[in-house]
């Protein structure tokens, strides 16, 4: 099994024409990432004004209550109906309060799947704006089950039976992003960025500080262009003049072109041939190689070197009751275990670094 | 202090000591009894984190594991360096841990009955999803897809895979949309959540088991308890983001010691088997 992962070549729209690149790439997609913050950018309910002809906006999720940070209704762009899902975020801090600087809690997530159901039954197709720092890691969150709404709103992008098109606007931030983002099509803003963790989270752990943020930033390749060289994205979209806040209206009629062109592509496919396609699309994502069956790893053997036993039989007892399957359930045993001398370290910072979450977040 | 001898250990090992105390309740435990005690603490209870090997070897009837894909390894699509290349710790987990990454899967009997069954390995960096970690869990779907067969994923990770940028963010999808065919095809999943299943992986497959049951006192959460409690100034519920915080939510079924945890599977599978698959156990078991 080879590569399973840049496969299909992507038609782009055209490169970059705004800002000239500066000479540091590190630079360069750092200003990428504070383009795709910058507060004045045109932001989902703004975008759909000039988006579509006529937008309804629903509210709850039936459940529990409403959340500001996403929005949605159904929509008409040039005549055609469609159901809008966005992120929100504010344009001033009193909006962004109200919007939770766009972080979905597990209503907004569920708002989304009544939605996605909604455009479903009625035979709409779905067009979802992504824009999010991530997903809001509060206390309620977790109580309400943010992991599930979000699980359970990609189920439902899975299944769905209706053309989706997913456009990134901003930021789209980790499993917060992804819980709107499966779509058939994934169009993003050029300076619009896609991680898997915000890059203050990545550099706070991997660099273990967040000042390294820029670091991360490139070595996640978390721009646009880079996104769509790896196939997550299918195509990125001109922003005009120094980028998309300088000109809502415009950037909105490109948008609408695009959405216009991709729904013409998907109105071919049957509701069957569109859920393969769908499914299709994200199974094929990952980069490994099958080495084969018995090859075993060089050097890993069952039994401890000489070395090892001796460096353990001369070891104090008490410094060596580390279980390193994971000696305690949670900080106080990591952070014990990185105290001890630096080869544990090490160990400990490994056992961290899977987190999806950061442990700070700067920019909220 | 230790005593620092003048050479490195030849490889990053679990430590076979003799003794191991309990992080919980500070007893010394006899090593020898803690592994007889499936890990766990016979003072407090506290339940160890165990490798996925020692996971299937206590849920499988034995002999019956027949792993699959061992071979697969990432590749490192990003070529990810912080303070040190993602393929250097790669080597170093393998190494550590004789596996190629953190998941393993195959086909085994559970109480006599055949299972597709994926465990997760939290010390393979973290349990961290990546690549070969989501086509793993996907492969498990599809292979009980096919065989029309319950499946089991066992997980134990910090999420999602940092070091694959957006490509460990799309194995949330490709593990999902594999759940939801398994799910259209009338067969049932059932997701076990160990110490600690957060991030990507609990926001993912760990979260939508048509049954979930978890540990006693395992970490479950999306966001780090530090996320929440460090940035967000609120006060954080007792027990927030343990085992028996998500059962009082309603996001786990079942709270379920390791001693317990393999009859309990072994009834749920009897009596959540697919509609047409036969009730005769033994019948149902094939080797292969």
């Known amino acids: 099994m080879v590569d399973r992962l840049l496969g299909r070549p992507r038609d782009r729209e055209t490169a970059p024409s705004a800002p000239p690149p500066p000479e540091d790439p590190r630079d360069a997609v750092w200003a990428r990432v504070q383009l795709a913050r910058n507060p004045r950018r045109p932001h989902t309910l703004e975008l759909v004004g000039h988006i579509t002809d006529a937008f309804v906006e629903l509210h709850g999720d039936r459940l529990f209550g409403d959340d500001g940070a996403i929005v949605g209704g159904p929509a008409r762009i040039d005549g055609r109906r469609?159901?809008?899902?966005?992120?929100?975020?504010?344009?001033?801090?009193?909006?962004?309060?109200?919007?939770?600087?766009?972080?979905?809690?597990?209503?907004?997530?569920r708002k989304a799947i009544r939605l996605f159901e909604l455009a479903e039954r009625l035979g709409l197709p779905v067009v979802t704006f992504v824009d999010t720092?991530?997903?809001?890691?509060?206390?309620?969150?977790?109580?309400?089950?943010?992991?599930?709404?979000?699980?359970?709103?990609i189920g439902a992008m899975c299944r769905l039976r209706v053309p989706i098109i997913t456009l990134i606007t901003g930021e789209g931030g980790s499993g917060g992003a992804l819980a709107i983002a499966a779509g058939d099509v994934v169009v993003a803003l050029e300076n619009a960025v896609y991680a898997v963790i915000s890059p203050e989270g990545c550099a706070s752990i991997l660099w273990r500080t967040p000042e390294k943020a820029p670091d991360a930033a490139l070595a996640m390749r978390m721009s646009a262009q880079d996104q769509a060289e790896l196939g997550v994205i299918d195509r990125v979209v001109a922003e005009p003049g120094e980028g998309a806040h300088?000109?809502?209206?415009?950037?909105?009629?490109?948008?609408?072109?695009?959405?216009?062109?991709?729904?013409?592509?998907?109105?071919?496919?049957?509701?069957?041939?569109?859920?393969?396609?769908?499914?299709?699309?994200?199974?094929?994502?990952?980069?490994?190689?099958?080495?084969?069956?018995t090859e075993p790893i060089p050097g890993a053997a069952d039994r401890p070197g000489l070395a090892d036993r001796l460096r353990r039989a001369l070891e104090p007892v008490g410094k060596s009751v580390g279980d390193a399957l994971g000696g305690r359930t949670g900080r106080d045993g990591r952070d014990a275990r990185d105290a001890r001398e630096g080869r544990d370290a090490r160990e400990g910072r490994d056992a961290r670094e899977g987190r999806d979450e950061p442990p700070a977040r700067e920019e909220v | 202090?230790?005593?620092?001898?003048?050479?490195?250990?030849?490889?990053?090992?679990?430590?076979?000591?003799?003794?191991?105390?309990?992080?919980?309740?500070?007893?010394?435990?006899?090593?020898?009894?803690?592994?007889?005690?499936?890990?766990?603490?016979?003072?407090?209870?506290?339940?160890?984190r165990i490798s996925a090997k020692a996971r299937l070897d206590q849920l499988l009837d034995p002999g019956t594991f027949r792993e699959r894909d061992e071979g697969l390894a990432s590749r490192d699509p990003l070529g990810f360096v912080d303070s040190k290349p993602y393929a250097d710790r790669l080597v170093a987990a393998q190494l550590a841990t004789g596996r190629r990454d953190a998941a393993t899967w195959g086909f085994g009997a559970l109480g006599g009955r055949r299972v597709a069954i994926c465990a997760l390995d939290f010390g393979f960096m973290g349990g961290s999803m990546g690549s070969v970690v989501g086509e793993k869990v996907t492969r498990a779907a599809e292979g009980a897809f096919v065989e029309r067969i319950p499946l089991i994923v066992v997980s134990a990770s910090g999420g999602a895979r940092m070091q694959e940028g957006t490509l460990a963010l799309m194995q949330l999808v490709k593990t999902i949309g594999a759940l939801e065919r398994l799910r259209a095809a009338?067969?049932?999943?059932i997701s076990v959540l160990a110490d600690p299943t957060t991030g990507g992986v609990f926001a993912s497959f760990a979260a939508l088991g048509?049954?979930?049951?978890?540990?006693?006192?395992?970490l479950i959460g999306f966001a780090g308890a530090r996320v929440s409690a460090g940035t967000i100034a609120e006060e954080l519920p007792p027990g927030f983001q343990r085992a028996e915080f998500l059962f009082s939510h309603g996001f786990v079924d079942r709270i379920v010691t390791r001693a317990d945890l393999r009859d309990e599977l072994a009834l749920l599978l009897a009596l959540l088997r697919p509609a047409g698959a036969t009730d005769d156990a033994s019948g149902s078991v094939r080797r292969g």
Not at chain 1, 133 to 153: C, K, N, Q, T
Not at chain 2, 186 to 189: E, I
């Open chain 1, 82 to 109: 469609v159901m809008i899902v966005g992120h929100q975020k504010g344009a001033d801090t009193d909006e962004n309060i109200r919007r939770n600087f766009g972080m979905g809690k597990p209503e907004g997530f």
């Open chain 1, 133 to 153: 720092p991530g997903a809001y890691p509060g206390a309620e969150a977790e109580e309400r089950g943010v992991a599930d709404a979000i699980a359970r709103s």
């Open chain 1, 246 to 293: 300088v000109d809502a209206a415009e950037t909105g009629r490109r948008l609408r072109a695009v959405i216009l062109e991709e729904l013409d592509g998907l109105a071919a496919l049957s509701p069957d041939e569109l859920v393969a396609k769908r499914g299709g699309r994200y199974r094929v994502f990952g980069a490994f190689d099958d080495l084969g069956v």
């Open chain 2, 186 to 189: 009338g067969l049932p999943y």
């Open chain 2, 1 to 48: 202090m230790p005593l620092t001898l003048p050479f490195r250990p030849r490889r990053e090992t679990y430590p076979p000591d003799m003794w191991t105390k309990c992080p919980s309740c500070s007893e010394m435990l006899f090593n020898k009894h803690l592994a007889k005690n499936l890990r766990v603490c016979g003072t407090c209870g506290h339940h160890f």
């Open chain 2, 210 to 218: 048509d049954v979930n049951v978890a540990e006693p006192n395992a």
